[in-house]
């Protein structure tokens, strides 16, 4: 028995795929047509290039699983029939249809698990308390508030913390030491408590913070100014909001 060759009269090539030799396999590739060639005049099949999908082929994370499909390029349609639908299998499981175009540009890579892993690693990076999984810890807030209006002057209370140079103890940074610390030396938090510092003037550090009530830390706040017309300003008040007098250090 003889070899194979190929199935295009008077070629006589070896037979590489689909009964063709690999000049005219790469034909069809490229154009659609064994017969075609580079120099086809357009309007012919020959001149439809075209890009293809075929089964086992990964694009991504899918893996064609249907037939193969192609998307033929002319210079009336330069884009292609884009919306061709190729059965794809992720590599979570998942299996559905998409788009040929979706799959050929990398508009559609996944079925949506890549997504969620590259928006996990950006929080993970954007905030490392959550490396520890500690995010969800009751004192997660706490923690986050006290550094917010310590170190960022966009928030609403910095004036009254780190615009007067409260600071937060440096190994405090990492939530996981201060969870550690708290539930060491402070203990879990009493009903209607939360954190206080012990003096006021002082930064969040060991030894000036404990667990205070509301009442508590109502009377632990700066002395209020009193003017001469009997109007109670807050302490960092330099005039008085009722009369416009300015006001002495209380």
Not at 9 to 33: E, F, I, L, N
Not at 42 to 64: D, E, H, T, Y
Not at 88 to 96: D, H, I, K
Not at 108 to 121: A, I, M, Q
Request: net charge positive; hydrophobic share 30%.
């Amino acid at each position: 028995m003889g070899k194979r060759t190929c199935s295009i009269p008077k070629c006589g090539r070896p037979h590489v795929a689909r009964g063709w030799c690999g000049k005219h396999y790469q034909s069809w590739r490229q154009y659609g047509d064994p017969l075609a060639t580079a120099s086809a005049p357009p309007g012919r099949m020959g001149s439809k290039k075209s890009r293809f999908a075929s089964p086992g082929q990964r694009l991504g994370r899918w893996i064609v699983t249907g037939p193969e499909m192609r998307l033929y390029i002319t210079a009336a349609n330069p884009r292609g029939h884009r919306a061709v639908p190729v059965r794809c299998s992720c590599s979570s499981g998942f299996e559905t249809v998409v788009a040929l175009g979706d799959l050929l540009d990398g508009r559609s890579t996944s079925c949506g698990c890549l997504r969620g892993e590259l928006s996990g690693r950006r929080m993970r990076e954007a905030n490392p308390a959550i490396k520890h999984g500690l995010s969800g810890h009751p004192l997660f807030d706490t923690w986050r508030n006290i550094l917010s209006r310590c170190e960022k002057p966009a928030d609403k209370s910095w004036a009254d913390y780190g615009g007067r140079g409260i600071q937060v103890f440096d190994e405090w940074h990492d939530v996981a030491v201060f969870i550690a610390w708290v539930d060491a030396n402070l203990g879990p938090r009493p009903e209607g408590h939360s954190i206080d510092r012990i003096d006021n003037d002082g930064s969040y550090e060991p030894g000036n913070v404990r667990w205070a009530t509301a009442l508590t830390q109502r009377r632990n706040r700066r002395p209020l100014k009193t003017c001469p017309c009997g109007n109670i300003n807050p302490a960092t008040a330099k005039f008085c909001f009722e009369c416009g007098t300015a006001l002495l250090v209380a």
